[in-house]
C-alpha cells in the first residue's frame, strides 16, 4: 500500500508508515489513514484495514517490549476505540452475514463465521483492557509484567485473527461476491462512518 500522504496523525502528518522494506526514515508510531480510495471496493478495504492492524500490532509488541511515545500511544488508543471497532462491525453486522447469505455449504462459511465470532468477542474484551493499560501508561504508569503479557497475548491472537481472515474468508468473498453484494457492503461500511472516512 502506498503509505505517503496523510497518515492521520496528529504529530507529523507526513511522515512515513514503517513497512518491511523501511529504514530508519519511517515512523514507528504511524498507522496508515482509512483507505478512503477503497470505498468503493469494499473487500481491498477490509484488506488494507487488516493492513492497518498488522501495524497496530507492531506497535503494541513495541510498547509491550518497552517503548513509549505519548502522542504514538494516544493514536493508537483511537485507533483501538475507532477504527478497529468499525472494522469488527463492518465483519460482524455486514460481511459475514452477507457471505453466509450468498456462499454455498461447500463452502464451510458457517463453522468459520462461529469462529470469527468467537474470536470477535474475545477481542472486544481484550481491547477494552488493552486501552486501560494504555491509559494508564498515558499517565505516567509504567508496565507491570502482567500489562506487558495482556498486550503481547492480545497482539498475537489478533495475528492469528487476521492470518485467518486474509487466507481464508477474504478469498471466498472474492469468488463469491457479485458487484450487487459489493455495491450493499460498501453502502453499509460508508453508512457506518456516516457518509466519510475520516
Ligand atoms: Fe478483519
Ligand atoms: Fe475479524
Redesign the pocket.
Known amino acids: 500500500m502506498n503509505a505517503a500522504g496523510e497518515s492521520g496523525r496528529g504529530r507529523e502528518p507526513k511522515r512515513r508508515v514503517c513497512d518491511a522494506s523501511s529504514s530508519d526514515h519511517c515512523d514507528p508510531w504511524a498507522i496508515e489513514p482509512m483507505p478512503r480510495e477503497l470505498f468503493d471496493s469494499p473487500l481491498d478495504f477490509?484488506f488494507a484495514?487488516?493492513h492497518r492492524q498488522r501495524q497496530a500490532v507492531r506497535i503494541l509488541l513495541n510498547i509491550a517490549a518497552g517503548a513509549w511515545d505519548e502522542t504514538g500511544g494516544s493514536d493508537l488508543i483511537t485507533f483501538l476505540e475507532r477504527d478497529f471497532a468499525l472494522?469488527i462491525q463492518d465483519?460482524e453486522c455486514d460481511f459475514v452475514p452477507l457471505l453466509r447469505r450468498i456462499c454455498p455449504p461447500e463452502d464451510g462459511i458457517d463453522v468459520l463465521a462461529e469462529r470469527l465470532a468467537d474470536e470477535h468477542a474475545d477481542d472486544r474484551s481484550s481491547v477494552q483492557r488493552v486501552i486501560a493499560i494504555l491509559r494508564k501508561r498515558l499517565q505516567g504508569e509504567p508496565l507491570s509484567r502482567q500489562a506487558q503479557e495482556s498486550i503481547r497475548d492480545f497482539a498475537a491472537h489478533l495475528r492469528q485473527h487476521?492470518a485467518i481472515?486474509n487466507s481464508v474468508l477474504l478469498p471466498i468473498a472474492r469468488v463469491r461476491m457479485d458487484a450487487e453484494s459489493l455495491t450493499a457492503l460498501s453502502k453499509a461500511m460508508r453508512n457506518r462512518r456516516g457518509g466519510h472516512m475520516s
Open positions: 477490509l484495514d487488516h472494522h465483519e487476521l481472515e
